[in-house]
């Protein structure tokens, strides 16, 4: 009889702990509840790529003159330059360019080492298609203008995470006067150039003083 009432008050505690444990469980659960989602509602709401985002390359005809640079830093000897020589006037004619973006990794070598600038990284990401062979973009398709996120009247721009002000986690409702925290390489290396021994002792700034530095002494 005793060892049966001793197995009835344990279970009973046993019961009770369970059910302050759920308890708390749950009201962690619901207090989450109150809060706002982070949450970015595509496509009526888009992150702004950062300055540096390699998105869809932009190519300029004009200025391109057909060195193969871009295919031998390519990692898979990715774009086609269609080139032949004028035995005339001996020199290269440019007769069209391409990169297969089904293909390309958008590593941006070709980009960092064309010698005349021809190549650029755009913001735009948006590339999906339903015929892969229509990602290859001839000249004339890597020329046009990219789509932007910050002109799409129909979109709600927000900061990444790296872009926003001192202390703010959420891009939603973020002024966009307010600068972002830190700041940007422009402003490091002018107040660098107005007060040249201000550099060393900027915390918080390391990394992007670092670059600075090196950049103007150059
Ligand atoms: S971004 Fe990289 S993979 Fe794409 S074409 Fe340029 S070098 Fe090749
Ligand atoms: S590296 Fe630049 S200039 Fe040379 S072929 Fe490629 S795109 Fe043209």
């Known amino acids: ?24 469980g749950l009201a962690v659960t619901f207090d989450h509840m109150k809060r706002r989602p982070v949450t970015v509602q595509y496509p009526y709401e888009k992150l702004i790529p950062s300055e540096r985002y390699r998105g869809r390359i932009h190519y300029e005809f004009d200025k391109c003159i057909a060195c193969e640079v871009c295919v031998r830093v390519c ?72 789509t932007s996120v910050t002109t799409d009247p129909s979109v709600q721009p927000l900061r990444e995470l790296g872009y926003l002000p001192a202390g703010a986690m959420d891009p939603h409702g973020v002024p966009a006067d307010q600068p972002r925290a830190g700041r940007l390489p422009e402003q490091i290396l002018a107040s660098l150039s107005s007060n040249p021994g201000s550099g060393a002792g900027d915390g918080g700034e390391s990394s992007g003083s670092a670059p600075a530095k090196e950049e103007s002494a150059e």
């Open 1 to 24: 009889m005793f060892g049966f009432l001793k197995q009835v008050g344990e279970y009973t505690r046993d019961a009770v702990d369970a059910a302050r444990n759920l308890t708390q």
């Open 75 to 146: 990692p898979i000897n990715l774009p086609v330059v269609d080139w032949v020589m004028n035995k005339e006037t001996k020199k290269k004619e440019l007769r069209n360019y391409s990169i297969d973006f089904g293909v390309c990794i958008f590593c941006g070598n070709c980009v960092e080492y064309c010698p005349t600038n021809c190549l650029s990284m755009t913001e735009e990401y948006e590339l999906a298609a339903f015929d892969r062979h229509s990602l290859n973009f001839d000249n004339v398709a890597l020329g046009r203008l990219p």
